[in-house]
């Protein structure tokens, strides 16, 4: 299924009394860029974090919000550095007898120096972390493919009318073609006849003229081509996800078509479908560009 790069997800995920909350957001991008807030409790699995994203999006500018919170009873300690708080004493009390100041030092001043106390946690298990934190990023990714495909679905319903009407305007040109050569040979043979009047004009240099310019204006070549890449966009469109490099490029070989069709013909009417095919190419290249 067709997804689109426009997507969020949330999962929050309890295990051994810790909480994981993870959340993603994102939007379109070329390629798969990942932007992870990880709280410093988790820092060592950002990279765990990263491939397991990676498993489920291929493209798209994501932001990754994680959260942590350890719901057990804390059992870290404190610390108290007697050896460092005699030293910061000793030291404040010879800067008060050198320089004449009252020494002022109270306890809790003493008790903020750094490193007078210090809080020792407990350290955690890295694979128990990972395997509640596996779960919230999966949980997360999941939703949002979630989100992505009812987006993806609704660009494909947008996306196929425009190609279905980009095939009746192909259909205009290329049935429009060959009555303009049609038309130009009456009016070569007219003004020819009023200038030459009863004399005969030169058949033979006439049908020349005339098939220099059928060649000049065919566009048989590039109708096939713009209805071969049309078939082939709406192929792709109810194929699978990551096709949206694939329809990028088609869209523009569409273009490129439109514009050889554009330039080549002389027909007021085909110079007006031409100008809509690309008009129309143009919105379903802006569509594309949120598809993964």
């Known amino acids: 299924m067709v997804r689109s790069m426009t997507g969020f997800g949330r999962a929050e995920v309890i295990e051994n009394n810790k909480r994981y909350t993870v959340e993603l957001k994102s939007v379109n991008h070329r390629y798969l860029d990942l932007s992870v807030k990880t709280p410093r409790a988790l820092s060592s699995l950002d990279g765990n974090v990263r491939a397991e994203i990676k498993k489920y999006l291929s493209r798209g500018k994501v932001d990754v919000y994680i959260s ?18 005699s030293k910061y004493a000793a030291f404040v009390k010879e800067i008060s007898e050198e320089f004449g100041l009252e020494n002022d030092l109270r306890a809790t001043r003493l008790a903020s120096f750094p490193d007078v106390f210090e809080v020792i946690e407990e350290s955690e298990d890295e694979d128990e972390l990972w395997a509640g ?9 999941e939703k949002m493919i979630e989100a992505r495909s009812i987006e993806g679905e ?14 009746s305007i ?7 073609s060959p009555r303009i050569v049609d038309e130009y040979r009456e009016k070569i043979y007219t003004r020819v006849k009023e200038i030459l ?9 006439l049908l020349t003229e005339v098939t220099v310019f059928a060649d000049k204006v065919c566009v048989d070549e590039e109708i096939v ?12 469109l109810s194929g699978n996800a990551d096709v949206g490099r694939k329809l990028d490029f088609i869209a523009q070989e569409m273009n490129r078509e439109a514009n050889t069709t554009l330039s080549k013909t002389t027909d007021l009417e085909i110079s007006n479908k031409g100008i809509e095919l690309k008009t129309e190419i143009e919105k379903i290249r802006e569509q594309i560009q949120n598809i993964e």
């Open 68 to 85: 942590f919170e350890n719901l057990s009873e804390s059992e870290a300690e404190i610390k108290y550095n007697h050896d460092l708080a």
């Open 133 to 141: 934190l596996k779960k919230a990023v999966d949980g997360a990714c």
């Open 154 to 167: 609704n660009l494909v319903n947008d996306l196929i009318p425009k190609l279905d009407n980009l095939l």
């Open 170 to 176: 192909v259909d205009f040109i290329r049935e429009r």
């Open 197 to 205: 009047g009863d004399n005969t004009p030169d058949e033979g240099r």
């Open 225 to 236: 081509r713009l209805r071969s890449h049309i078939e082939t966009m709406k192929k792709e």
